[in-house]
């Protein structure tokens, strides 16, 4: 199997082939997000149906969220009536069920990018543990930041999940949150409480308090 990657007009196609036989293909499109900028959705997804369940769409996903990762892309949705294909790949529903389109998902690919979208009027700094068992790129200690004027958060990873300081200890965090909650709480569907799981206890309240004034700038 290999998977080949085309430009068609806006839209990057992805397709697995085996002998020059095309058995499953994807196509991936630019969109304009809520702040104008650039975010990607998932479409076309298929599979031939004598060759489903082989392996052929995961090769395929897998080269997309490389490709999505080389260039530092934050986050890609899809709308499917068929959810629980794409669950396993860390999917998870990214609208309330009252939107016209409730079954759409969406997937944190980088997270760096994916902070950078939210914002705060106040400054902090906060070490989050972020899970990401699919893309260990993604999995670890981040030092979050906001400046004193506000605005959008920066972050950068200072540690990946082994890693000890001098003594042998594990990097502490201040709060911890697995991707999947991370995008529901970006879009409105956890609260922060949900969300994360804050791991110093003493500074519970402040640290909620910081989180509870994140303001997301992008929607679907």
């Known amino acids: 199997m290999e998977v080949e990657l085309r430009v068609e007009g806006r839209n990057l196609v992805f397709a697995a082939k085996e002998k020059d036989q095309v058995i499953s293909t994807l196509s991936l499109t630019p969109d304009i997000g809520g702040d104008g900028t650039t975010i990607y959705q998932i479409r076309n997804a298929f599979t031939k149906g004598l060759y489903r369940r082989r392996g052929y769409m995961d090769a395929i996903l897998k080269e997309v969220f490389a490709c999505m990762q080389s260039e530092n892309e934050a986050f890609v949705f899809l709308g499917t009536r068929e959810p629980h294909i794409f669950k396993k790949y860390g999917f998870v ?5 009252q939107d016209p389109f409730p079954d759409t998902l969406g997937r944190i690919i980088d997270v760096k990018s994916f902070l950078n979208f939210f914002e705060s009027e106040h400054e902090f700094v906060l070490s989050l543990r972020i899970h ?10 981040y030092m979050v930041h906001c400046g004193p004027e506000g605005g959008r958060l920066n972050s950068v990873k200072i540690a990946n999940p082994l890693m000890t300081n001098e003594q042998g200890e594990k990097l502490a965090s201040e709060a911890s949150v697995d991707v999947a909650d991370l995008i529901q709480f970006g879009f409105g569907l956890k609260e ?9 206890k003493m500074k519970e309240e402040e640290i909620c308090g ?8 992008q929607s679907v």
């Not at 529903?93 to 069920?97: D, S, Y």
């Not at 990401?132 to 200690?141: A, F, H, I, K, S």
């Not at 922060?192 to 110093?200: E, P, S």
């Not at 910081?210 to 700038?217: D, P, V």
């Open 210 to 217: 910081r989180l509870n004034e994140l303001k997301f700038k």
């Open 132 to 141: 990401d068992e699919m893309l260990p790129e993604n999995d670890g200690v």
């Open 93 to 97: 529903n990214i609208v309330k069920p």
């Open 192 to 200: 922060a409480k949900d969300a994360f799981k804050i791991t110093v």
